[in-house]
DNA sequence: TTGTACGCGTTATCAG
DNA sequence: CTGATAACGCGTACAA
């Protein structure tokens, strides 16, 4: 069922059939329904391939994520699908489960399948041979969540987020504020956001207190909930993303601490499922929607200028505050 | 950079370049070598487009989900994707927010992408055309999570889990067991589940309570957390998924409920999250990951001998129990 | 307004 | 083992 056979049932030339499917109103209105009616009869569907061939669009966006475990990139995925649906792109989605080799192996699946463009999240891109590869091979590309000089990035300011977050920790009373953070040196928005606590304690004058890095394995929980029973225990605790939160709520109720009267804790990411939680999850939020979609309209405006992304196209989006049961109310410092 | 280019470059015909990517060993190594270091200087990636083209195989299989918000689909999805890796398809990726209309144009996205076959997920398949429209069409398709005779499925026996897990809340001594869900209309696999419910609770000769659907806005919850104020309130809440669980965890706990000392909750679908919270979440478990390998494994196998999938086709797998300190230990009637 | 014919980059066939 | 060449299905000058 190609173009030469609706075109033959339609009593017509392929020139006009095509016509009918790109430029419907140049052609007469009778044989344009003839055409329409003999396709819709068919099931008829343009060959993609050879319009691609053609045309040199595929109309195609290859996402690369770490994985959809954490409901940060399935909402930035949410974005991404969203816009690229409304400006007539299809994406093609893999992801590298934050492993090195799978991310090379990924980015090639990706540009062998024909992408005009990329949505990247790697874990670091000063390391990431994707990037080089990407360059390369000529095509645009964005960076989610990273922040960078070198690469064209969509993301907020992790470390101011975080500093900030600490200040008003310390303006409503807290000093001994910790750090709970996944793996690292998995991510570079875990670096800067714990860079950013650092910092900000040191602003302040407070002692930074060792990190606690949460790998997904129970014995590193085991540990936060045993160093939380020690004397003299954070009072709040800033982790690096929602996960992490949510694990650290853990740890607290196993050591027997009251959320937030004992212990504040507060996520990064905004995730949604945060505000169904029991106590609520408080929460630095990334408009990670907004992310995937700011994304996407980068490089969509970049394809039909046929150009290329750098450093200079950057965006950043402002981070915000959410509220919730599992720290007490902060001091009235403007957010964001 | 098109064959034509490396053939050039290599000193040698397009033909020879072509076997070079697709049958490397029929080719003088020396020759291989030269046009392979040609290859990697230009960054050259062959074109997809012009090769499915050619060879009439996208290696390409489309995917349509509800969303990506509820984690259940995002673990689907990473089985999908791992398992279409595995077998060297790319997946497009499309989603639907349980809206009919944007179901129909998914499905017509993911047909003009040119993909070879489909994993759907739909509300309902008795009502939905897409699955008239891809038959049309004649692509081989699979259902996740459905049950039905009418096409492929992939998943597990829903009211059976249900019926089965009222049978050992009954063992366990609850009487005044209650179903939660989210909107009944909008899934089938939620009406399945409440159907095992209301066979169950008739069963052991208990009175169904009226079902509370939860769709997501907070006066749904308010409604919960009054009811569960009442006299006499429920002792257990079955949930038709592991979402509306959380959600009635946070109503028991504003209704000033002990869990799972006053009241038991029992969620769906085992979402990996649910462990991580306080109280854990007990749940029926449905091998996610495993559904969405099972889908592109048979469309695979579907592709390769050139057929369709037919509800002949479809694969029960087991569900699970996974203990949560949300229910007091349950009977020990063997589950699954 | 419509039709003819070329070429997009590959793979596969067939001769050498 | 290698090269020439004919499709694959479509979009688009160009001609009518």
Redesign the interface.
């Given at each position: 069922m190609s173009i030469t056979e609706v075109a033959r049932l339609a009593g017509t030339s392929v020139a006009t059939v095509s016509r009918v499917f790109n430029n419907p109103e140049i052609v007469n209105p009778q044989t344009r329904a003839s055409v329409q009616r003999v396709a819709r009869e068919l099931?008829y569907?343009?060959?993609?391939?050879?319009r691609?061939?053609r045309t040199r669009r595929?109309?195609?966006l290859g996402v690369m994520l770490p994985?959809?475990?954490n409901?940060v990139f399935?909402?930035c995925?949410?974005g991404i699908?969203a816009e690229a649906?409304q400006r007539g792109y299809?994406?093609?989605?893999?992801?590298t489960e934050y492993d090195q080799e799978r991310e090379t192996a990924?980015a090639e699946?990706?540009?062998?399948?024909?992408v005009e463009a990329l949505v990247l999240v790697v874990s670091n891109p000063a390391t990431s041979q994707t990037l080089q590869?990407t360059r390369?091979?000529?095509l645009p590309y964005v960076l989610a969540y990273s922040q960078t000089e070198e690469h064209a990035c969509v993301s907020v300011d992790n470390r101011q987020a975080i500093y900030h977050l600490v200040e008003r920790l310390h303006d409503s009373g807290h000093q001994r504020i910790g750090m709970v953070t996944g793996q690292l040196h998995a991510s570079d928005r875990a670096q800067q956001r714990y860079k950013g606590y650092l910092q900000g304690m040191q602003a302040r004058g407070l002692t930074a207190l060792p990190v606690w890095e949460l790998p997904f394995t129970t014995q590193a929980l085991e540990q936060l909930q045993q160093d939380l029973m020690q004397a003299d225990p954070p009072t709040a605790l800033v982790c690096s993303n929602d996960?992490i939160a949510?694990?650290s709520?853990?740890a607290a109720?196993?050591a027997g601490l009251r959320v937030p009267q004992d212990l504040c804790v507060v996520g990064f990411d905004g995730i949604?499922?945060g505000s169904?939680?029991?106590p609520?999850l408080a929460s630095i939020t990334q408009p990670n929607e907004a992310i995937g979609r700011q994304c996407v309209a980068l490089l969509c405006d970049a394809l039909a200028r046929n150009a290329l992304l750098c450093g200079n196209d950057s965006v950043h989006l402002p981070y915000g505050w959410r509220a919730g049961e599992s720290c007490t109310p902060l001091s009235s410092t403007a957010f964001s």
């Open positions: 099931g569907v343009p060959n993609s391939s050879a691609t061939l595929s109309q195609v994985t959809l475990s409901p399935a909402e995925l949410q699908a649906e299809a994406i093609v989605l893999t992801t990924a699946r990706l540009l062998s399948a024909g590869r390369q091979v000529g996960l949510i694990r709520l853990r109720a196993l949604a499922l169904d939680l029991t609520s």
